[in-house]
């Protein structure tokens, strides 16, 4: 009996060390995680497909959308790392910065659904019941919604055409300001932003700082159909001038895009801005007063008498009237604007991560479990080997005793 306790004491090791690396495994390998967070959105079902539709809290990169649908949800323990995307065009990926800079804001889990599906459409998003086209989508192809599924349609709708509409920008961008209707009591400031190829940016967020003048600030805060905004202000202290800076944020064409590094998972996208300023320095024009004209003056000579015949005749001569006036014309100046360097990205807003959800299972179609698996698998067989030599050591060590 003393001659086996050895050996049953190295099985038993070995029956632990495997058993507690099938647990690890386990975890590692159960869906969804803790870690994974979703942050606005619902979980519901959309063609079949149940998942999460909203953004993600990602911890140090704040909020972000998935845009590979079908891959193991994002995890900020996979170590996500700054990444390019060589397999979207430059159009789709103006696209995508645009609908998740702009509309992937705030705490409306609607909004945060629409955002979503409008991604994957973008991206032609494969479900079960085909590719997703949200301009054909039915609200009795949603599910889990709670009671929204028409809402989030329409919202899905507006935000993919707002992409596309400017998914044709280019960087860099131009921002340029001017004075109009200089003589008038209130003249309005207009700036204009144009992308590299000088096609006005609509949309652009706007915002005025002004000294020694009150501005108007633009309601929508934001560049027209033709990239201008145009504002009245007034002097604080007419006749002197006022300077006024512009600020302007526009998406970038080029998203913020990120990979994880550690496994095989979605990638994602957060929002990425690009700021704009410029200054201009104006002053109203001098107008120089008309001058006084001079008091008109008539002269008439003395009236002359000559007699050369019985019958007088009386001749009177009288100059013509002469007036001058003498008025310098009106001059003005107009200091041209100019055009400040480009300042840093503005992030986007800000906003409060939501808790995990306590015990949801996002959908994975992939796991990267296969290295832990073969891990488990290699130490049950180490111990496999180890009973046996120690199995024949112990029967040859009997042997010789005997």
């Not at 955002?115 to 609200?139: E, I, K």
């Not at 044709?168 to 004075?179: D, E, K, N, S, V």
């Not at 306590?358 to 067989?381: H, N, S, Y």
Request: glycine share 8%.
């Amino acid at each position: 009996m003393a001659a086996l306790r050895p050996r049953h004491l190295l099985a038993t090791a070995c029956l632990a060390l495997a058993v507690t690396a099938l647990v690890v495994l386990g975890r590692l390998a159960s869906p969804a995680e803790a870690r994974v967070t979703p942050r606005v959105g619902f979980r519901a079902t959309v063609l079949g497909w149940t998942s999460w539709y909203g953004s993600y809290d990602l911890g140090a990169l704040g909020p972000a959308w998935c845009i590979d649908h079908g891959l193991t949800a994002p995890d900020p323990a996979f170590a996500y790392l700054p990444t390019s995307l060589p397999d979207v065009d430059a159009d789709t990926a103006a696209a995508l910065s645009w609908a998740v800079s702009v509309h992937g804001v705030g705490n409306d889990p609607v909004e945060a659904a629409a955002v979503m599906l409008a991604v994957h459409d973008l991206r032609h998003a494969s479900y079960p019941s085909g590719r997703l086209d949200v301009d054909v989508l039915t609200p009795h192809q949603l599910a889990g919604f709670g009671g929204q599924e028409a809402a989030v349609i329409d919202r899905a709708r507006a935000i993919k055409a707002d992409a596309l509409a400017h998914a044709r920008f280019r960087g860099p961008f131009h921002l340029t300001a001017t004075i109009e209707r200089p003589e008038a009591d209130h003249p309005n400031l207009v700036a204009t932003l144009t992308d590299a190829a000088g096609t006005p940016v609509p949309g652009a967020g706007v915002h005025i700082d002004a000294i020694d003048a009150e501005v108007d600030q633009p309601d929508p805060p934001s560049t027209r159909a033709d990239g201008s905004v145009a504002v009245a202000f007034r002097l604080s202290a007419p006749p002197a001038g006022a300077t006024f800076t512009i600020h302007v944020i526009v998406p970038d064409p080029v998203p913020a895009a990120f990979a994880a590094s550690t496994v095989r998972a979605q990638r994602v996208v957060r929002s990425s801005w690009i700021g704009l300023s410029t200054t201009l320095a104006w002053a109203p024009p001098i107008s120089t007063p008309p001058t006084t004209p001079a008091p008109t003056t008539t002269t008439r000579p003395p009236v002359s008498t000559t007699t050369t015949r019985p019958r007088p005749t009386t001749t009177t001569t009288r100059p013509p009237a002469t007036t001058s006036t003498t008025t310098p014309p009106t001059t003005q100046a107009t200091t041209p604007s100019t055009t400040a360097p480009t300042a840093p990205t503005a992030p986007g807003p800000s906003t409060t991560a939501l808790p995990p959800a306590v015990g949801a299972t996002l959908p994975r179609t992939g796991r990267a479990v296969g290295g832990w698996v073969a891990l488990g698998v290699g130490l049950i067989a180490s111990g496999v080997v180890l009973v046996g030599v120690s199995r024949r050591r112990w029967s040859d060590a009997g042997g010789s005793r005997r």
